[in-house]
């Protein structure tokens, strides 16, 4: 929801990123306010997940320009780990399986991170326990799932589910998806976007990266962006995603190099 | 990589070879042999108790005595460098009484009452449980055992026992944990055979040894471990023969936590009737110097083998296992998965044989190992190697060698956890597959505990 005058959470300002010393992110700009949700779409390559990672700071990704302002705070001084007890939260588009760590214990270690990062106490097993079995619904997930190893043996869906459930867990201030619809039937799509909704408020911002306009059926958004060569070329409301649908991104390409807005 | 079948890991004997002169030797050669002469010295010294036990150990003194110590130059130890071991003084161990209270740390609440104890090698009757045991089973110390008419036909009887270190075990046999299961006799409690060094201003040679029947359709399920109270330096030379017979089932954890000090030369050899069952989950962390040398003989058709090793060292520490699976007969099906996790200067050493010959048709096998290097400097030295003749098989192998994967530990950190934690739990992953196998919740227990704690 669009909301006057609600705070800037997340503030991107010509920034600039290299992965293996060629530059993918070339002057990308954008603005999340608390309450919104952004939606960023664009053909393969176009650096949109390398945009997801800079923010939440993978070490392959080299800034090399720009700044980052996460709630007035330099977001690209802080190790990965202190973005996420700061309330960054990256759902990946391939989540790591671990095995041997049941997802429980998982759940609990990351949780407990961000209670001390706040001065708050940990929970203990019993107590946990308790929290994340009420949070399971909101991804409709079975309590099986808690007692397997992290992701090991999930179908694509179920992994999808489990970076939900992380989510609802950790209360992100600023939740970036990663392609999380890639890969979903319908059926899981709807449970994972059905999710997302549920955690989306007031306080917080949600920034959805996909390839496809199908996710935003489910997940409306108040703004889109079209990204392509490392930064974004035309924002729009969610009837944009409608138009990127109908009649591709080549248009959108066009009328940026011709500078027709 | 080759492929021949004749090359088992064998040294042969040939009793009309002599050995090389004093004089032609150079001064490391002469070291050497003197090294050597003074191991078989030590080894004799012990008393033995019985006649049949004696010409057991008579017989073997001149395997000893027609073979070199190894060295680099031999193919079967061309990266195990054993030549720091012959500046180690050795004695003969003098009893010293170690307390109920030292061993408790090394006490399995699942085996309470199935315990042998063995300190040096020699057998502790004292530290020892053994209560309610079933009818008819064995367990006990050859010295209380060797009237048993069933022994002599199994002890020192396994293919291999001409090797040099596994003959110099039998030039000084006198205690051994002996444990016959007899026909079809499933036995529940595990069985805990604990081989406790003590350390103290002189380095000692112990030699334990260990002989395990299993008759017809029985199973048990055998923890063999090695530990050690002190950090001192020692040498030791186990060796345990495990028999099992048609249709036993053996499920077999050999733990190996010495003193980073100790060097470890280490033999288990394995004979498999048909249909039989064994597994073997070997699990090395300590010795500043080891070496296991795994053979396993499936002799009968329609056997199961399963090698699980981990090996998880540090500093300086060397660990080398060397095992081989001899199939001979069809329908046998082998795996094995070996793990190590190599940190600061550590060296491991990986050499993994799989015979499959024209007479093992429709033999299922795999191997794997796999490594994780968690320094730039740990070094691992790897073959896994399978020698197949037979045309009717299904037969796998690989080696992997990795570092802590950089997405791994950012999947982590991204959930608020860091990095130091996010790498202990990752590792602890790695050992996971291997440590899961591991029969005893209290086991799997402290060595998930070391596991995490080890890593830095």
């Given at each position: 929801m669009i909301i006057e005058n609600s705070p800037v959470i997340l503030s991107v300002k010509d920034l600039t990123a290299n992965v293996d010393g060629s530059q993918i992110l070339k002057g990308m700009n954008l603005e999340i306010r608390a309450g919104e949700i952004h939606a960023i779409m664009g053909p393969n390559g176009s650096g949109k997940s390398t945009f997801s990672k800079v923010l939440a700071g993978h070490p392959d990704y080299e800034v090399t320009g720009g700044e980052v302002i996460y709630q007035g705070k330099n977001l690209l001084e802080l190790e990965p780990e202190e973005r996420s007890r700061e309330g960054v939260f990256l759902a990946f588009q391939y989540p790591l399986e671990i095995p041997g760590v049941s997802n429980l214990d998982f759940l609990r270690v990351a949780y407990n991170s961000k209670r001390k990062h706040q001065g708050l106490e940990e929970l203990d097993a019993f107590d946990f326990d308790e929290l994340v079995r009420d949070r399971l619904d909101v991804v409709k997930m079975d309590p099986a799932f808690l007692n397997r190893s992290v992701n090991e043996g999930f179908s694509g869906g179920e992994k999808k589910r489990n970076e939900i459930l992380q989510m609802a867990l950790l209360e992100p201030t600023l939740a970036i998806l990663d392609e999380t619809d890639s890969g979903l039937d319908i059926d899981a799509l709807k449970i994972v976007a059905n999710g997302v909704n549920q955690l989306a408020n007031e306080t917080n911002a949600i920034l959805v990266i996909t390839?496809?306009?199908?996710l935003l059926d489910y997940i409306v958004p108040d703004f889109v962006h079209v990204m392509a060569n490392g930064k974004i070329i035309r924002s729009g409301g969610k009837d944009l995603a409608l138009e990127l649908e109908a009649r591709g991104y080549d248009w959108v390409l066009e009328a940026a190099a011709t500078g027709v807005a | 990589m080759s492929m021949s079948v004749?090359?088992?890991?064998i040294r042969s004997y040939d009793p009309d070879e002599t050995p090389a002169t004093a004089a032609s030797l150079s001064a490391a050669a002469q070291k050497r042999q003197e090294y050597l002469a003074r191991l078989l010295d030590l080894a004799q010294s012990s008393q033995p108790v019985t006649r049949w036990v004696q010409e057991l150990r008579d017989r073997a003194v001149p395997l000893v005595q027609a073979q070199a110590f190894p060295t680099t130059r031999d193919e079967e130890w061309r990266f195990t460098d054993l030549s720091a071991l012959l500046d180690v003084p050795l004695e003969v161990f003098r009893p010293n009484r170690v307390s109920t209270a030292a061993i408790a740390p090394f006490v399995l609440p699942e085996a309470s009452r199935s315990r042998l104890v063995f300190v040096n090698g020699v057998y502790a009757p004292e530290l020892s449980a053994i209560a309610?045991?079933?009818?008819?089973l064995l367990l006990g110390d050859l010295s209380d055992l060797e009237g048993d008419a069933r022994l002599p036909h199994y002890l020192g009887k396994q293919p291999g026992s001409e090797e040099l270190f596994t003959a110099l075990n039998t030039v000084g046999l006198r205690d051994a944990a002996v444990l016959l299961i007899p026909r079809n006799l499933v036995v529940e409690t595990p069985i805990h055979l604990l081989f406790v060094s003590t350390t103290g201003e002189t380095p000692i040679f112990t030699q334990p040894r260990c002989l395990v029947v299993a008759e017809p359709s029985s199973a048990v399920t055998l923890i063999e471990d090695f530990v050690t109270i002190g950090a001192g330096t020692y040498f030791t030379n186990p060796v345990s023969e495990i028999w099992l017979e048609e249709n036993a089932q053996v499920n077999h954890t050999r733990l190996q936590r010495d003193s980073q000090n100790a060097y470890h030369i280490g033999k288990t050899a394995v004979s498999q009737a048909r249909d039989s069952r064994y597994t073997c989950n070997a699990v090395s962390v300590g010795a500043g110097f080891f070496r296991h040398h795994l053979t396993v003989y499936p002799n009968g058709e329609q056997t199961e083998t399963h090698l699980n090793g981990l090996t998880m060292i540090a500093g300086e520490q060397v660990s080398d296992t060397h095992s081989a699976i001899a199939l001979s007969r069809p329908h046998c099906t082998a795996r094995q998965l070996h793990k190590c996790i190599i940190d600061d200067r550590a060296h491991a050493i990986f050499n993994g044989k799989v015979f499959v010959p024209k007479t093992a048709q429709l033999t299922d096998a795999g191997q794997l190992n796999r490594n994780l290097l968690l320094s730039p400097k740990a070094r691992i030295d790897t073959k896994p190697q399978l020698e197949i003749v037979a045309d009717n098989v299904k037969c796998t192998h690989g080696a992997a060698v990795s570092q802590l994967d950089a997405n791994e530990v950012f999947y982590l950190q991204s959930r608020g956890i860091d990095a130091a934690s996010a790498q202990k739990l990752l590792v602890y992953a790695f050992a996971y597959e291997i440590l899961n196998k591991i029969p005893l919740a209290s086991l799997r227990q402290t060595l998930s505990e070391f596991v995490t704690a080890q890593t830095h």
């Open positions: 390839h496809y306009q199908r | 004749s090359s088992l890991p309610n045991l079933p009818d008819g």
